[in-house]
């Protein structure tokens, strides 16, 4: 399988990145012994056609890596240990200046931008961050898979790579990069940190007043029905162990929407794992169109009750 070539020779031409693999790698599809097959990570369920553009800068001497029947992926060498992995959908808007801060407040942290086939060419602007700056990545999905598949995605490379601590965040600049220090120091104690924008000292700015109750009654029905003692059960602004991630998303995930934030976490509480909040400042996006329809609330609705019998 291949992409078409409008999408290949241009970023092959330029440099700015070392290798694009492109043709998926299953069990039935024969892979030479020089492309290393690994065995593939449990996290949710592969697709079928999964694109890693890595920027050749500060990149050590390194090889193709294969998950059979997932994606390709280049090897990088770290900053550090943490990550922040930022899913994207039309943020052409908000994207460079989202890298830019995350930068200023958190130099110490790599960035990973998942894409999900942006129409704006969203993930243009990624791969010239990626020339300029070894350490941002990206994640290319060359169709539309969703919100959960962009963070199984993105956890599962983060975790292959090393990555001891992943962050999660909004692109649309409604969560501060600013507090991600928060989020770093308050890991250290548990094993998930939850952005919370009804904990004391949370604020929910500019937000529409159907936006407000829509937030605030599905987080009591989520926590009513499946036993959740948390403020922000749909809250996307994380950080959270490599080990944590493997059970968020080791398996595939039930919902599509925003609702699998409570997915995840009940899938972290169930598992005993420590899990706290820390107060955030949540202001509405900075550009571009909510993603938020009134079929993802009905779809939580829906699925909740299935999911407690889980």
């Known amino acids: 399988m291949r992409m078409p070539n409008r999408d290949i020779p241009r970023h092959a031409e330029t440099g700015l990145v070392r290798r694009v693999f492109t043709r998926a790698c299953s069990p039935q599809t024969a892979c030479s012994p020089s492309e290393h097959a690994l065995s593939p990570l449990s996290f949710g369920t592969p697709r079928a056609m999964i694109v890693l553009l890595v920027s050749s800068r500060g990149l050590a001497a390194c090889g193709p890596r294969v998950f059979p029947g997932a994606r390709r992926i280049v090897t990088h060498q770290r900053l550090t240990d943490r990550i922040v992995m930022v899913p994207t959908y039309n943020e052409a808007g908000t994207i460079r200046p989202l890298i830019d801060r995350i930068r200023e407040a958190d130099p110490r942290s790599d960035i990973l931008v998942i894409d999900d086939g942006s129409p704006d060419r969203t993930s243009d602007i990624v791969r010239?961050?990626?020339?300029?700056?070894?350490?941002?990545?990206?994640?290319?999905?060359?169709?539309?898979?969703?919100?959960?598949?962009?963070?199984?995605?993105?956890?599962?490379?983060?975790?292959?790579?090393?990555?001891?601590?992943?962050?999660?965040?909004?692109?649309?600049?409604?969560?501060?990069?600013?507090?991600?220090?928060?989020?770093?120091?308050?890991?250290?104690?548990c094993d998930l940190v939850i952005g919370s924008r009804f904990a004391p000292g949370g604020r929910a700015e500019q937000r529409t007043i159907p936006r407000r109750i829509v937030s605030y009654c599905g987080t009591a029905y989520a926590r009513r029905l499946l036993g959740l003692d948390h403020t922000d059960v749909t809250s996307g602004f994380r950080a959270y162990s490599r080990a944590t991630a493997k059970v968020m998303y080791g398996r595939p995930l039930q919902m599509r929407g925003y609702a699998f934030q409570i997915e995840t976490l009940y899938r972290a509480t169930r598992e005993g794992l420590r899990v706290t909040e820390i107060p955030i400042q949540f202001v509405e996006r900075g550009a571009g169109r909510s993603k938020f329809h009134a079929g993802l609330a009905l779809e939580a609705v829906a699925k909740l009750h299935r999911l407690r019998n889980d």
């Not at 169709?143 to 975790?159: E, I, R, V």
């Open 128 to 189: 010239t961050f990626s020339h300029c700056d070894g350490h941002v990545f990206l994640i290319f999905h060359p169709h539309k898979a969703g919100l959960g598949a962009a963070y199984s995605d993105g956890a599962a490379w983060a975790a292959e790579q090393g990555y001891a601590r992943i962050a999660q965040m909004d692109a649309d600049l409604s969560h501060r990069p600013e507090e991600l220090p928060a989020f770093w120091d308050a890991l250290e104690a």
